[in-house]
Each structure stands twice: as C-alpha cells, then as structure tokens.
C-alpha cells in the first residue's frame, strides 16, 4: 500500500507533486543534487509529513520514486537504489537545455527508454511530463469532480502503471494508459497533448512581467480522458 514518495528533483514539477502528495495524506522524501540541507524551507512549508534526504535515501524509502530532474542527468540516477521500484519518469528531452543526446537524435529510442535502460532493475512509468508545474498543482480535483483533468501514463509493465495510476488519482487527476515507453513519444514536447491544452494560448504581445503574471494566475482548463485520448491519437 503506498505510504510514502519518493522523489528525485525537488524543483518546480518534484515540488508540486509533493506538495499534492501532503495533501493526500502521504509522507514524502524529498531530494536533490544539492543536499538535504538546501530543501529545509521546501520541508518547512510541507509540514511532519515530509523530510529532506540524499537521493539514495530517497530512492529507498518510496514505495515509489517520482524522478523530476534535467535529462541530461539521467545516468547519475541510482541504479542500485531504485530497483525493484515503480518510478515515474518526469522527465522531457529538451536539446538546447540537455545537450544533444545522440540516442534520441537518432528517434528511434523515448527518453523514458533511455531512462529504462539505465535503471534496468526498476519498473519505469512515464507521467507528469506533459503538463506544467502550476496546473499540475492547481488543477488537481477530487475523484469524480466534474472538471477533473487526465493526465497520460505509459509503461512497459503493467503492475508499475497500476501504481502509477492509483497515485494519479490520490493526487487529483484521472489517467489514460496511452501504451508502453515507445508510445510515451505521443505525451512528448510539441505533441498535441503537451501542455498547451491545460493552460491555454498565451495572449500575444506580453511583456515579461505580464507573461510571467499571466503564466501564474491564470487558472488551468480541465482537459477530461476523453480529450487526453483524443489528442494523443492525433499525434499517432
């Protein structure tokens, strides 16, 4: 029974979904590359129900482990650790910021697969991935509320998507299974169901301050699993 998340990367996605995951009454570990002792404010603000640690620590106490960290870090997960765990991929492939990686160059590997082929041992699920960090936080609802969003989820094992799916719906967002790591390509940066769905078209013509208030207060648009599937087939 899930008690406690893991999470790799305590920035704006890793903090948003431990700030969901204390709200459903779950204990969080939370981590970074930095230490423990950077995230003490992070851990003040989400109360009892949290505390900071080293990554391996993090990685041993989930009984899952959501990673929420740069790409270009994937081969500095801990192998060791996280085997035999369920953990959720966070993670997008965004050249400029992760360098060119030349086995998604290529295309014919997802980021998850790459993830996957470090952590050998573990049973990685792709989720969270394609929706920003404030909607991610605001828009969730609780179980059968009218405007609750889905949010893709795609693995190669099914129990690990189960679990995947099951914290989904504690944090607030129904799930729609859109196949196996191969098939996470269609929740990928510039697919249809990226983002854009859950907060709408910018207005033209902001400045930064007025694009960063914009980016803030305006509120997420529920997208149901109607939708999610919808778009997703658009991208097939």
Do not use: C
Request: aromatic content about 6%.
């Amino acid at each position: 029974m899930l008690q406690t998340v893991g999470i790799i990367g305590s920035g704006m996605v890793g903090g948003a979904v431990a700030r969901l995951a204390v709200a459903a009454g779950l204990d969080v570990v939370v981590s970074n590359s930095r230490g423990p002792e950077t995230l003490a404010d992070l851990v003040a603000e989400l109360g009892e129900r949290a505390r900071a640690a080293t990554v391996a620590e993090a990685a041993l106490a989930g009984d899952l482990v959501v990673v929420a960290v740069p790409l270009k870090a994937y081969d500095r997960l801990p192998v060791a650790e996280l085997a035999g765990k369920t953990v959720i991929d966070a993670m997008n492939y965004y050249p400029d910021r992760d360098g060119g990686l030349a086995e998604l160059e290529a295309g014919g590997l997802t980021s998850s697969a790459l993830v996957q082929r470090r952590l050998a041992g573990a049973r990685v699920v792709k989720a969270f991935n394609n929706i920003d960090f404030r909607r991610l936080f605001t828009s969730a609802r609780p179980a059968g509320a009218p405007d609750r969003s889905a949010l893709p989820v795609a693995g190669d094992d099914g129990s690990a998507k189960a679990e995947a799916i099951a914290l989904l719906d504690v944090l607030g967002y129904d799930a729609v299974d859109i196949g196996t790591l191969a098939d996470s390509r269609f929740s990928q940066p510039g697919t249809p169901v990226h983002v854009q769905p859950y907060m709408g078209e910018r207005p033209e013509g902001l400045g930064q301050e007025d694009a960063q208030r914009w980016f803030f207060e305006t509120p997420g648009i529920p997208v149901p699993a109607a939708q999610v599937k919808q778009l997703v087939d658009a991208a097939r």
